[in-house]
């Protein structure tokens, strides 16, 4: 870990590579994650993200945006540190696609006391080598990382928080937040991603 996670009143953002993210963000910061709803009703998984208070949302229900940005409002209000991968998707890879602002907007108008911190997730040479991508089943992308040999090592870059009183609006926090963890990667923004909410794929990168 590099630098200081904030212990509540937060809303992590971060990249996304792998399912491992939410194992490795999980138990750095407790919080809980901002999931698609189908996972609810996966088996073990689903009884697991229950446990950790997951907050859900519908995967294709644009008309239900503001429902779902109000349920993560509350989780911010009453101090929770909750955590969200805004691409959306793991179909990145080891780049950082556009963050979509969607959820974003659970944080206006600001609440007091509740920032964002940005955390780059960082695995290095091994990103390539996890990352979640194309039509890989889940079953198949976690027996590939299960049997590759020795460790993965991954450090979690806690960045500056930000204010959202300060930021403006969703849509210049989200591009903001991107930005930040971009250059924590030591990456460069990929110049022909589309813009953010166009031809994403559902949260954690399966239809």
Not at 77 to 104: W, Y
Request: a positive charge; hydrophobic letters at 45%; proline letters at 8%.
């Amino acid at each position: 870990m590099e630098g200081r996670p904030l212990a509540g009143h937060v809303l992590y953002v971060s990249n996304h590579v792998s399912w491992l993210d939410i194992l490795a963000l999980g138990s750095a910061t407790g919080a809980a994650f901002v999931s698609r709803d189908d996972v609810e009703g996966w088996p073990l998984v689903g009884w697991i993200a229950g446990l950790n208070d997951t907050i859900y949302v519908a995967r294709q229900a644009r008309r239900e945006v503001h429902g779902q940005a109000d349920r993560l409002r509350r989780a911010l209000r009453s101090g929770r540190a909750v955590a969200l991968f805004p691409e959306g998707t793991t179909e990145g890879g080891h780049e950082v696609l556009p963050f979509r602002p969607s959820l974003f907007a659970s944080l206006f108008p600001p609440l007091d006391g509740v920032k964002v911190q940005p955390v780059a997730i960082d695995y290095g040479d091994s990103a390539k080598e996890i990352a979640w991508v194309g039509a890989e089943p889940a079953g198949a992308n976690a027996g590939r990382v299960m049997r590759r040999p020795g460790s993965i090592p991954v450090i979690l870059r806690f960045l500056e928080p930000v204010d959202p009183n300060r930021a403006g609006d969703r849509k210049i926090l989200a591009a903001r937040a991107q930005a930040e963890i971009v250059e924590a990667l030591g990456l460069a923004a990929p110049a022909n991603a589309a813009p953010s909410g166009v031809g994403a794929k559902p949260l954690y990168g399966r239809r």
